[in-house]
């Protein structure tokens, strides 16, 4: 399934009313691009960034919505990847949607909610 990036305003309204405190002003302000047809387009990062920041409650809303991104990362790749989108820990892509077991590169996969690939640069930061 491809990721959809134009949703209807009611649609924005049903993640507003799961949103956190922060989000809530951000979708407010998505509102202000609402076009005649009463939908609004998002960029791929701006979709992107709802999904990193959901929470397990929010997650299946967004997928209800947007649908899920296929993202395959080639086979040996190094991700950080997390059921939770909390605690993350590095997996091996296998070039198929999914990730080796235990940080090797051969062997059974299994699939994570969240990954992305590993960026030094831009490690992922728990704001408590």
Same mark, same amino acid.
């Given at each position: 399934?491809? @990721? ?6 009611? +649609? ?9 405190? $922060? ?5 407010? /302000? ?13 960029? @791929? ?10 929470? +397990?409650? @929010? ?7 947007? #649908?899920?991104?296929? +993202? ?10 997390? $059921? /939770? /989108?909390? $605690?993350?820990?590095? @997996?091996?892509?296998? #070039?198929?949607?999914?990730? =080796? ?12 909610? =969240? ?6 640069? /831009?490690?992922?930061? $728990?704001? =408590?």
């Amino acid at each position: 399934m491809s @990721q959809k990036l134009t949703i209807t305003a009611n +649609e924005v309204l049903e993640l507003h009313s799961k949103a956190c405190y $922060n989000w809530k002003a951000v979708f407010v /302000n998505y509102l202000t691009r609402i076009s005649p047809e009463q939908t609004i387009t998002f960029t @791929q990062e701006e979709v992107h960034d709802m999904f990193v920041a959901s929470t +397990e409650e @929010q997650y299946p809303i967004l997928i209800k919505i947007f #649908g899920k991104k296929e +993202e395959h990362f080639p086979d040996g790749t190094p991700c950080l990847v997390s $059921n /939770n /989108n909390v $605690n993350y820990e590095l @997996q091996y892509a296998n #070039g198929k949607g999914k990730f =080796y077991y235990f940080g090797r590169k051969v062997g059974d996969t299994i699939t994570w909610k =969240y990954s992305r690939k590993l960026d030094l640069n /831009n490690l992922p930061v $728990n704001e =408590y």
